[in-house]
């Protein structure tokens, strides 16, 4: 068994969208490496930060990613794989990018209750917390809401039209 800490550059961004690992970006992997009777057996800890957009209000942000990676590399298979043993080497580039970019929330948020962005005026309401949004209503369900939905009015009520 052998452990290496090491850190390594983003050799490309990892990962699209609102958040991801730019180029040029430490990562971080402490990694062990263990002979089994199949092959090598490779665990690691990964650790990258992550910077880009909030969802909600597109404030800039960075988050820390973490992720645990376990996978076995064969010594011979008949197939040409990535999870092989080649020439006494194991590549783990492809096995840390897929698991980094697969860690990376699809809509990331500054904080748990960001409150994001006013629809008329795009001013962030975390900045303006007295600004109560307001409930815009649908146009398409104007009519709808000229129909009275307390009881008792003149209108007789669904349950009363099953009866006769």
């Known amino acids: 068994m052998r452990e290496h800490e090491l850190t390594v550059v983003a050799p490309e961004q990892l990962g699209e969208g609102l958040i991801s690992v730019k180029q040029g970006s ?10 089994v009777h199949e092959g090598i057996l490779v665990t690691a800890d990964v650790t990258a930060t992550a910077t880009g957009q909030c969802g909600r209000c597109l ?4 988050q820390n990613v973490q992720v645990e990676i376990q996978e076995l590399f064969a010594y011979s298979t008949e197939e040409a794989s990535e999870q092989a043993v080649h020439d006494d080497h194991v590549d783990l580039e492809p096995l840390v990018r897929d698991a980094v970019v697969l860690s990376l929330p699809f809509q990331p948020v500054c904080r748990p209750d960001c409150p994001g962005l006013d629809p008329e005026s795009g001013a ?7 600004k109560e949004p307001r409930e815009l209503l649908d146009p398409r369900w104007e009519a709808l809401a000229r129909f009275s939905s307390s009881p008792g009015t003149e209108d007789s009520s669904a349950s009363d039209r099953e009866e006769r």
Do not use: G, Y
Not at 26 to 35: A, F, G, K, M
Not at 59 to 62: E, F, G, P, Q, R
């Open 26 to 35: 430490e990562i971080s992997e402490d990694v062990r490496l263990e002979s």
């Open 59 to 62: 404030t800039d942000m960075a």
């Open 124 to 130: 962030r309401l975390a900045d303006h917390p007295e």
